[in-house]
């Protein structure tokens, strides 16, 4: 066994350096997925960790999940060819290739980190079940469609992992711009002959519905404002991408956004920011394992609240000409967490840090207020020995000396990935299955855990 794994490896990087010598031009969607994915794909995977080396060095944070798919569905608001820098190599992004390339739109990816999106005059507005069931995000191209074209049909987004995942406040911020729903058949349909400007209170601040009422009010006749939006980071990058699109957005970031509808986008280049969830596990890493790195690209404007958190449970973190540097002490100290929309503690931090508290000293409260199911990956963690009691939306970590390697279920994107950090201080082998989860949204992971030193393997079955 170990020797095809090996071969496999060589195998990749061989054909990886072909691609790279002749610089071949990928059609992303159109791409054969059994390429520059074949590190990350949906065959059953398994990721092995052993325990117990402390991490040290540098590596790059990748651009962010959150902002690229949504970037790249904004891209449908002006014909023409759009290009998107620091795209992260994750399946997520292959996810939204795919869905974009179903509505008639070209993908590219021009570059090891660039994907150039060449959008027609006109698309197929329309989002397939079989593509919005692998990935929830695909409801963010409701708003551009409506924007640009008056139509969208989009498969329900059923709910997930976390639980029931409504998309009311999305419909109910389009419909007061003017657009009209109905469902049928589980699919929803959305038309308008024209958008009008108008007042948008969310009664959540929404990240998805902050975007898709965003997205669709550039184009829209007037002035709209949106009163509690969702203040996340990646709002703002995307309202920096409308507005070089020649949209005209004031105040993302803010709790209040107001955009001036225009007739007209055209398209532009543009550099995704950098993933602070990916920031966060990388921090969590070496909380867990101890030593000291440094995350190249992160941005600590994007962080304060984590970095704050990890303070005080003993990290140090610092800003440095690189990005992010960061050092662990022996043990952590526990501290009470509780998830809310930014800038407070963000709900992707949290299996992080149940991982973190679940070897740290002292007891810890987690509050979970985003997303009520949000806990599944607890009995994972007391497989490995953990103490976690969960009831209702509340867990209580009792940290312990060190945990043991055992095998787990990574249940989605995040708790996998905690899974993995539980794993990098844990005695012996832990062996993380259903694995694709993690590439969905993290790139080259096990890469970059090796590279600051630790012992981690990605298997295909
Ligand atoms: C985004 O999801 C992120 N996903 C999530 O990250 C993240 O956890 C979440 O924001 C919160 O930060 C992407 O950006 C692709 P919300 P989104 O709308 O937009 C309720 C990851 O691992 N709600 O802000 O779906 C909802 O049920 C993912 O990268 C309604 O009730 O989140 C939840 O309780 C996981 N009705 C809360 O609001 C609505 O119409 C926040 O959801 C919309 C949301």
Redesign the pocket.
């Known amino acids: 066994m170990a020797v095809a794994r090996v071969a496999l490896e060589h195998e990749h990087r061989a054909r990886r350096e072909d691609r790279r010598e002749v610089g071949a031009v990928e059609r992303v969607a159109t791409f054969d997925p059994g390429h520059w994915y074949e590190e990350h794909t949906d065959d059953v995977e398994r990721i092995v960790v052993r325990g117990g080396r402390p991490l040290s060095g540098a590596v790059p944070i990748a651009g962010a999940?959150?902002s690229a798919?949504?970037l790249m569905a904004s891209a449908l608001l002006a014909e023409g060819d759009h290009v998107l820098e620091n795209v992260p190599r994750i399946v997520?992004v292959e996810i939204m290739s795919d869905l974009l390339v179903s509505m008639g739109v070209d993908v590219r990816r021009t570059d090891e980190h660039e994907l150039t999106i060449r959008v027609p005059a006109d698309v197929q507005p329309e989002a397939p079940y079989e593509l919005v069931e692998r990935m929830?995000?695909s409801i963010?191209v409701l708003g551009p469609l409506l924007g640009r074209f008056g139509e969208a049909h989009i498969a329900l987004p059923g709910g997930d992992d976390?639980?029931?995942?409504?998309?009311?406040?999305?419909?109910?911020g389009l419909e007061a711009l003017g657009a009209s729903f109905e469902t049928s058949h589980g699919y929803v349909h959305a038309r308008c002959d024209q958008l009008l400007g108008t007042r948008v209170l969310l009664?959540?601040?929404?990240?998805?519905?902050t975007?898709n009422v965003l997205m669709a009010a550039v184009r829209a006749k007037g002035t709209t404002v949106i009163e509690n939006a969702?203040r996340?980071p990646?709002i703002a990058d995307l309202a920096a991408f409308l507005n070089r699109m020649g949209g005209q957005v004031v105040g993302a970031g803010s709790s209040t956004i107001v955009i001036e509808g225009v007739d007209e986008l055209v398209p532009v280049r543009h550099r995704v920011i950098p993933d602070r969830?990916e920031t966060a596990t990388l921090l969590a890493a070496v909380g867990v394992a101890k030593g000291e790195v440094t995350l190249e690209g992160a941005r600590p404007e994007h962080l304060d609240m984590l970095v704050q958190k990890l303070g005080d449970m003993g990290m140090r973190i610092s800003p440095c000409s690189e990005g992010l540097w960061a050092a662990a002490p022996t043990r952590l100290r526990a501290v009470d967490v509780a998830t809310l929309?930014?800038p407070g503690i963000?709900?992707?931090y949290k299996p992080l840090f149940v991982a973190l508290l679940s070897v740290a000293e002292g007891v810890g409260i987690v509050t979970e207020n985003?997303?009520?199911g949000r806990f599944r990956y607890v009995d994972e963690l007391v497989r490995m020995g953990a103490d976690v009691r969960t009831e209702g939306h509340h867990a209580v970590v009792r940290g312990v000396e060190r945990l043991s390697g055992a095998p787990v279920r990574a249940p989605?994107?995040?708790a996998g990935a905690a899974l993995v950090v539980a794993g990098l201080g844990a005695e012996g082998e832990t062996v993380v299955a259903d694995a694709h989860h993690v590439a969905r949204?993290y790139e080259d992971f096990g890469g970059k855990l090796r590279a600051l030193g630790a012992d981690v393997e990605w298997w295909h079955e």
Do not use: C, Q, W
Request: charged share 35%.
């Open positions: 999940k959150n798919l949504k997520d929830r995000a963010v976390f639980g029931p995942r409504p998309i009311d406040m999305h419909v109910r009664e959540f601040p929404s990240v998805g519905a975007e969702a996340e990646e969830v929309p930014y963000a709900t992707d985003l997303f009520a989605d994107i995040r949204g």
